[in-house]
């Protein structure tokens, strides 16, 4: 196979660099592999599913550009050699600020694939107002990795406070241990606002449930309690991208799920991959749930009713 290959992506002309490169194994085997050039064929073919989930929202890449076993990069500022047409947004943090790469269209998505790219990360809001979250995520993290039924039902307990207090949800698998239930909002708050939220909430739901459900920080405290993570919630935080490839064997992907979903006992954070994520997002989990944000001061009165009760 030639070094470089050109493609035509949208308006956009990209020379691919060794894609025969593997990335990831994929069978027990170890005789399939993910190539760098799969990984630019996944992201082309389910570009129309995951374009929705990324457009506006600055990026942090996870990048294995020799595969599993070489180094893991975890890059959150916009290399100078990235094309011109490929946007960005300047996010201010302490002493200083970093130009996150935003991917907008197929094209980008080409080309961070062929950065080997695996997994992206995406802030909860969107530039140009990026201090504004439209979106909160409660990370479900299991204490083992053989116990499913634990997420799957700490996926219900959550979904059942956020529609007490007005807030419309979707739950995903992670690509790797657990679940995210991410709500939308209207982004008219502020992470400070959004990160409060959401521990209140996780601290009520581990109130009710002390036995299952844990917001203990260190896994020294947990037991076997499940840990409601909010932390994805803070400013410059990120969590993993509808429909993005983990960086483990076997490429799972993270995967949008309808609600019903979680009553299959065979379901597991890994369920789907390069192979079959495409087929299982054309069902649409999430129809309309994009267009239903709402503001976060009802639900934060909602929840303090919950809690007085």
């Known amino acids: 196979m030639p070094r470089t290959q050109r493609l035509r992506v949208g308006r956009h002309t990209l020379t691919l660099h060794r894609q025969d490169k593997t990335l990831l194994p994929v069978g ?15 992201y082309r073919r389910i570009a129309p599913f995951m374009l929705p989930h990324l457009r506006g929202r600055p990026l942090m890449l996870e990048r294995l550009p020799d595969g599993l076993d070489g180094p893991r990069i975890m890059q959150k500022n916009t290399p100078s050699h990235f094309p011109d047409w490929i946007h960005r947004t300047t996010v201010a943090k302490e ?37 504004r979250p439209d979106r909160l995520v409660f990370d479900l ?7 499913f039924e634990a997420v799957r039902s700490a996926a219900r307990l959550v979904r059942e406070l956020l529609d ?29 606002d959004v990160h ?23 896994k020294a405290d947990r037991g076997t309690r ?51 994520a495409e087929e299982h997002a054309r069902s649409d989990p999430w129809a309309g749930l994009a267009q239903q944000g709402r503001a976060l001061g009802p639900a934060r009165r909602a929840l303090r009713e919950l809690r007085g009760r």
């Open 28 to 42: 027990d085997s170890g005789a399939d592999v993910l190539t760098k050039g799969g990984l630019v064929d996944y």
């Open 95 to 131: 002493g200083g600020s970093v130009l996150h790469t935003v991917c907008d269209d197929t094209a980008t998505l080409v080309f961070l694939a062929d950065q080997a790219a695996l997994t992206l990360h995406r802030w909860q809001s969107r530039a140009p107002h990026v201090d």
């Open 141 to 147: 993290d299991p204490s083992t990795d053989d116990d």
């Open 164 to 192: 007490d207090v007005g807030l419309a949800s979707g739950a995903m698998t992670t690509g790797s241990r657990g679940l995210h239930v991410v709500a939308v909002l209207r982004g008219a708050h502020t992470f400070d």
């Open 196 to 218: 409060d939220f959401a521990k209140e909430a996780a601290d009520t739901m581990a109130g009710a449930h002390p036995d299952r459900l844990t917001t203990a920080v260190r």
């Open 226 to 276: 499940l840990y409601l993570d909010v932390q994805r919630n803070a400013y410059a935080q990120t969590s993993v991208v509808p429909y993005t490839v983990r960086a483990v064997p076997g490429a799972p992907v993270a995967t949008p799920i309808a609600w019903e979903e979680l009553d299959d006992s065979s379901l597991t954070a890994r369920r789907w991959t390069v192979a079959d």
